[in-house]
RNA sequence: GGAGGCGUCGCCUAGUCAGGUCUAUGGCGCCCGCCUGCUAAGCGGGUUUGGGGCUACAACCCCAUCGAGGGUUCAAAUCCCUCCGCCUCCGCCA
C-alpha cells in the first residue's frame, strides 16, 4: 500500500510510476475520488455521532436523577417526563448515525481496496518496460568455456548420483525430484555456507512457518498472483513460495525499535510454486520446480535508508555468487517486471554454459514502506512520531544454484570441481560420476 | 477430536456477575520539571494506537480503539453470536 498523503500532494508522480509498470494510470483517481468521499462521509458520520453522545448521556443522568428521587420516595413524574424526551431524542438519533456509520465503513472499505490495487511507486532510474527491458549493470567474469561438449546440470546429476527426477515425477508429478547422495549433500553444504555468511554479517538466523494465514499472504502482496500460490482449502492457509513471506509477517501489527540500525533475518525455507504460468517451459531438470530450498535475507530498516540496505544485500549476494566461483551479471530489472510491493529489484543471473546464457540465481528487492503499510509494521522516529518502516529482501542461496555449480565446474569426465570456499562445508572437494 | 479457563492503552492490574460521570483504576517502567555536594529518595506533571478537522506535519478539537468482527440497546470493557490466540485436562498421533 502506498503512502495516501503522497497520492494526495502528489498525484502526477504515481502516475508516472504506473504508466512506467505498464500499469492501469486511471486507478490514481479513482483513488482520489474515493478518499474525498471516504472523508466527507467521515465528517458526517463523527458530527452526528459526537451529538447522539451527548444526548445519550443526558439519558444516564435523568435515569440517574429519576432513580434517586425513587430511593428518597419524591415525587417522579417529571422526571420520568424528562427520561423518557430524553430517550426519545436518543432513538431518534440513533437510526441516521447507524445510518451514516455504515455509509462511512462502506466509504473507506471502497477506498482501502482501491489504494491497495495501486503498486508501489517505481524508484528513481529504474527501466521502464517489461521483461526485456532491463539494464544490464555489470558482468562478472567470463562465460564458461570447455574443450570438451559440456553435460547439462540433469546428466551431471544423473551421473553423479545427485539428482532423480524420475522418482521425483512418480512420488510428486511433474516439477518434483529427489536431491540424492551428493546431491543432497551439496544442498545442505550451500544452505549452510549461506546462513554462515548470514550469520557473519550480524543476521539472525531463522527457520520459519511455510503455511500462512490469509492475511500474511496478503500483506506481502503475493495473493494478487494467487495463481501462482498453493492454497490449502480446507485450513484456508497458503504456502510460501519463499521465506520472505513469514518474515514479513513476523512483526506485523508490531512497532519494532531500530535505534540500533536495521532489523536483519536470514530465513532458511521449503519454498513451493504452483509455477502455473509456466507450462512448457524449463521442464527439463531442476531449474523450475514446484519446491526448493533457500535462504533468504529479510531486512527492516528506516525508509531513509533503504536504498543504501539494498546495495548491501546486492553486495552479500554477490559475495555468495563470487564464493561459488560462478560467471554473473547483475541486471536492473524494468518498472514492468518488478512485483507490485518492489520499488526496485536488482537480479544476478548466473551463466549457464548447455543454455549459453544467463539465469537467475537472486533477486533483491526494495520493498520501501509497500509491505509495511500492508502489515501495519512501524517504528519510532527521533521526535516519537510512528511510521512504517522499509522492507528489503534478497536470496543468498536456492536449490537452482545447484544447476550453475554443476555445470560451470564440470571437467571432460563428469566429475565436478566443488568451489575452494563450499568444500569445508561439503568435505569433499570433487565429485565423481557412480 | 472432547471439556474447561482466559485475552483491558509497554509490563502487571481494577472494572465484567447486577450496561449509564469508565472521559478505563492503581502499580512498575519510561519522559519532562522541581528539590538536592553526587547518587538514591522525595514532590509535581506526562505517557495506547489509528483516523478526521484546523494547521506550522505544532497546539487544540472531534471520532474510533478494552484480542478481531458482527448483534441487542437511547447507551456495551460489561449482555448475545462467530472467529482468532494463549493456558489446563482428556483422547489420538510422528
Same mark, same amino acid.
Given at each position: 500500500?502506498?503512502?495516501?498523503?503522497?497520492?494526495?500532494?502528489?498525484?502526477?508522480?504515481?502516475?508516472?510510476?504506473?504508466?512506467?509498470? #505498464? +500499469?492501469?494510470?486511471?486507478?490514481?483517481?479513482?483513488?482520489?475520488?474515493?478518499?474525498?468521499?471516504?472523508?466527507?462521509?467521515?465528517?458526517?458520520?463523527?458530527?452526528?455521532?459526537?451529538?447522539?453522545?451527548?444526548?445519550?448521556?443526558?439519558?444516564? +443522568?435523568?435515569?440517574?436523577?429519576?432513580?434517586?428521587?425513587?430511593?428518597?420516595?419524591?415525587?417522579?413524574?417529571?422526571?420520568?417526563? !424528562?427520561?423518557?424526551?430524553?430517550?426519545?431524542?436518543?432513538?431518534?438519533?440513533?437510526?441516521?448515525?447507524?445510518?451514516?456509520?455504515?455509509?462511512?465503513?462502506? !466509504?473507506?472499505?471502497?477506498?482501502?481496496?482501491?489504494?491497495?490495487?495501486?503498486?508501489? /511507486? /517505481?524508484?528513481?532510474?529504474?527501466?521502464?518496460? #517489461?521483461?526485456?527491458?532491463?539494464?544490464?549493470?555489470?558482468?562478472?567474469?567470463?562465460?564458461?568455456? *570447455?574443450?570438451?561438449?559440456?553435460?547439462?546440470?540433469? !546428466?551431471?546429476?544423473?551421473?553423479?548420483?545427485?539428482?532423480?527426477?524420475?522418482?521425483?515425477?512418480?512420488?510428486?508429478?511433474?516439477?518434483?525430484?529427489?536431491?540424492?547422495?551428493?546431491?543432497?549433500?551439496?544442498?545442505?553444504?550451500?544452505?549452510?555456507?549461506?546462513?554462515?555468511? %548470514?550469520?557473519?554479517?550480524? *543476521?539472525?538466523?531463522?527457520? &520459519?512457518?511455510?503455511?500462512?494465514?490469509?492475511?500474511?499472504?496478503?500483506?506481502?502482496?503475493?495473493?494478487?498472483? $494467487?495463481?501462482?500460490?498453493? $492454497?490449502?482449502? +480446507?485450513?484456508?492457509?497458503?504456502?510460501?513460495?519463499?521465506?520472505?513471506?513469514?518474515?514479513?509477517?513476523? $512483526?506485523?501489527?508490531?512497532?519494532?525499535?531500530?535505534?540500533?540500525?536495521?532489523?536483519?533475518?536470514?530465513?532458511?525455507?521449503?519454498?513451493?510454486?504452483?509455477?502455473?504460468?509456466?507450462?512448457?517451459?524449463?521442464?527439463?531438470?531442476?531449474?523450475?520446480?514446484?519446491?526448493?530450498?533457500?535462504?533468504?535475507?529479510?531486512?527492516?530498516?528506516?525508509?531513509?535508508?533503504?536504498?543504501?540496505?539494498?546495495?548491501?544485500?546486492?553486495?552479500?549476494?554477490?559475495?555468495?555468487?563470487?564464493?561459488?566461483?560462478?560467471?554473473?551479471?547483475?541486471?536492473?530489472?524494468?518498472?514492468?517486471?518488478?512485483? #507490485?510491493?518492489?520499488?526496485?529489484? *536488482?537480479?544476478?543471473? %548466473?551463466?549457464?554454459?548447455?543454455?549459453?546464457?544467463?539465469?537467475?540465481? &537472486?533477486?533483491?528487492?526494495?520493498?520501501?514502506?509497500?509491505?509495511?503499510?500492508?502489515?501495519?509494521?512501524?517504528?519510532?522516529?527521533?521526535?516519537?512520531?510512528?511510521?512504517?518502516?522499509? &522492507?528489503?529482501?534478497?536470496?543468498?542461496?536456492?536449490?537452482?544454484?545447484?544447476?550453475?555449480?554443476?555445470?560451470?565446474?564440470?571437467?571432460?569426465?563428469?566429475?565436478?570441481?566443488?568451489?575452494? !570456499?563450499?568444500?569445508?562445508?561439503?568435505?569433499?572437494?570433487?565429485?565423481?560420476?557412480?
Amino acid at each position: 500500500m502506498i503512502d495516501i498523503k503522497l497520492l494526495r500532494d502528489n498525484p502526477d508522480l504515481v502516475r508516472a510510476s504506473q504508466r512506467s509498470r #505498464g +500499469a492501469d494510470e486511471s486507478l490514481v483517481d479513482s483513488v482520489l475520488a474515493a478518499d474525498e468521499k471516504r472523508r466527507t462521509s467521515l465528517q458526517e458520520f463523527e458530527a452526528l455521532r459526537g451529538q447522539q453522545k451527548s444526548v445519550s448521556k443526558n439519558v444516564g +443522568a435523568a435515569m440517574g436523577a429519576l432513580n434517586a428521587a425513587k430511593k428518597k420516595g419524591e415525587p417522579t413524574e417529571d422526571l420520568e417526563r !424528562a427520561a423518557q424526551q430524553a430517550r426519545d431524542d436518543a432513538t431518534t438519533l440513533s437510526a441516521r448515525v447507524k445510518e451514516l456509520e455504515q455509509g462511512a465503513a462502506e !466509504a473507506g472499505r471502497d477506498f482501502e481496496s482501491r489504494l491497495k490495487q495501486l503498486d508501489n /511507486v /517505481v524508484l528513481d532510474g529504474v527501466p521502464p518496460g #517489461g521483461e526485456d527491458d532491463f539494464v544490464e549493470l555489470e558482468k562478472v567474469g567470463e562465460p564458461t568455456r *570447455f574443450d570438451f561438449e559440456p553435460l547439462d546440470h540433469l !546428466a551431471l546429476g544423473e551421473r553423479l548420483g545427485a539428482i532423480d527426477m524420475e522418482r521425483g515425477a512418480k512420488v510428486g508429478g511433474a516439477r518434483f525430484y529427489f536431491l540424492t547422495g551428493v546431491g543432497a549433500r551439496l544442498e545442505l553444504a550451500m544452505l549452510n555456507m549461506a546462513v554462515a555468511q %548470514a550469520v557473519e554479517y550480524g *543476521f539472525t538466523p531463522m527457520i &520459519t512457518p511455510t503455511l500462512v494465514r490469509p492475511e500474511i499472504m496478503d500483506g506481502t502482496g503475493y495473493l494478487d498472483a $494467487h495463481e501462482d500460490v498453493y $492454497h490449502l482449502p +480446507a485450513d484456508d492457509l497458503y504456502l510460501t513460495g519463499t521465506s520472505e513471506v513469514a518474515l514479513a509477517g513476523y $512483526h506485523k501489527d508490531e512497532i519494532i525499535d531500530l535505534a540500533d540500525g536495521p532489523r536483519r533475518y536470514a530465513g532458511w525455507s521449503t519454498c513451493y510454486r504452483r509455477e502455473a504460468g509456466s507450462h512448457g517451459k524449463d521442464t527439463r531438470g531442476i531449474i523450475r520446480v514446484h519446491q526448493f530450498q533457500k535462504v533468504e535475507m529479510f531486512v527492516y530498516c528506516k525508509p531513509e535508508d533503504a536504498v543504501a540496505e539494498h546495495q548491501r544485500l546486492l553486495a552479500w549476494e554477490r559475495e555468495m555468487l563470487g564464493k561459488m566461483e560462478l560467471p554473473y551479471r547483475i541486471i536492473d530489472t524494468a518498472a514492468g517486471d518488478l512485483g #507490485g510491493s518492489a520499488a526496485r529489484k *536488482f537480479d544476478c543471473e %548466473a551463466w549457464v554454459p548447455t543454455q549459453g546464457r544467463y539465469r537467475e540465481l &537472486t533477486s533483491t528487492s526494495n520493498c520501501t514502506t509497500y509491505q509495511a503499510r500492508r502489515l501495519n509494521t512501524r517504528f519510532r522516529t527521533e521526535e516519537g512520531r510512528t511510521e512504517p518502516v522499509a &522492507t528489503l529482501n534478497g536470496t543468498l542461496a536456492t536449490t537452482r544454484w545447484l544447476v550453475a555449480i554443476l555445470e560451470n565446474h564440470q571437467q571432460a569426465d563428469g566429475s565436478v570441481v566443488v568451489p575452494k !570456499a563450499l568444500q569445508p562445508f561439503l568435505g569433499l572437494d570433487v565429485l565423481k560420476p557412480l
